[in-house]
Antibody, heavy 122, light 111 residues
Framework: QITLKESGPTLVKPTQTLTLTCTFS??????????VGWIRQPPGKALEWLAL???????RYSPSLKSRLTITKDTSKNQVVLTVTNMDPVDTATYYC??????????????WGRGTLVTVSS | QSLLTQPPSASGTPGQRVTISCSGS????????VNWYQQLPGAAPKLLIY???QRPSGVPDRFSGSKSGTSASLAISGLQSEDEADYYC????????????FGGGTKLTVL
């Protein structure tokens, strides 16, 4: 059974750096083909993909946010960490981490955490 | 502005069949597989359809997906009250800036 859980601060000030941790179980990020992604959703708005890290440390970032994002993994702890620099009120959102699965060349986010709401305010 | 365009709202009565469209381009839906997610109020998104038309285990066969050219559609038959949710399409975009892209979401209301 795959589960994921996001953790981190609920409130950050503008210009600060946000660090979020995704702790997962039911799979290993050292297994070929595995991946974990981050997706966010501002209140009342659509989903926005942020970043993705694979078992081999390859990663992908949203082009519009690439300069502010860093995704890393700690295989021994079953954790993936996302940092977002220079936070702004427009970054207020629920941040989700999700397992990245694949089947016959189809790729998708198939298991999601419950999400954590991060508010950016002074 | 999302690269995938969905109607902001859709509605139907119990038992009806409704469809939700997702319009993209040659760099996303035109060449890559489409996924659909269902987000119930206050909950995390749930994978509903992957690879254009495949259902994960546990998803009722009332839900189906299709693709034609650079557009995709989600169909829900035998509409039920518990289907009231937000629905999002998603696809990998191979354009100048590679990324996962989501549609703007469609709020489905069961009348």
């Amino acid at each position: 059974q795959i589960t994921l859980k996001e953790s981190g601060p609920t409130l950050v000030k503008p210009t600060q750096t946000l660090t979020l941790t995704c702790t997962f179980s039911g799979f290993s990020l050292s297994t070929s083909g595995m991946g974990v992604g981050w997706i966010r959703q501002p209140p009342g708005k659509a989903l926005e993909w942020l970043a993705l890290i694979y078992w081999n440390d390859d990663n992908r970032y949203s082009p519009s946010l690439k300069s502010r994002l860093t995704i890393t993994k700690d295989t021994s702890k079953n954790q993936v960490v996302l940092t977002v620099t220079n936070m702004d009120p427009v970054d207020t959102a629920t941040y989700y981490c999700a397992h990245y699965g694949d089947y016959r060349f189809a790729y998708y986010f198939d298991y999601w955490g419950r999400g954590t709401l991060v508010t950016v305010s002074s | 502005q999302s690269l995938l365009t969905q109607p902001p709202s859709a509605s139907g009565t119990p038992g009806q069949r409704v469809t939700i469209s997702c319009s993209g381009s040659s760099s996303n839906i035109g060449k890559n597989l489409v996924n659909w997610y269902q987000q119930l109020p206050g909950a995390a998104p749930k994978l509903l359809i992957y690879g254009h038309n495949q259902r994960p285990s546990g998803v009722p066969d009332r839900f189906s997906g299709s693709k034609s050219g650079t557009s995709a559609s989600l169909a829900i038959s035998g509409l039920q009250s518990e289907d009231e949710a937000d629905y999002y399409c998603a696809a990998w975009d191979d354009g100048l800036n590679e990324s996962w892209v989501f549609g703007g979401g469609t709020k489905l209301t069961v009348l």
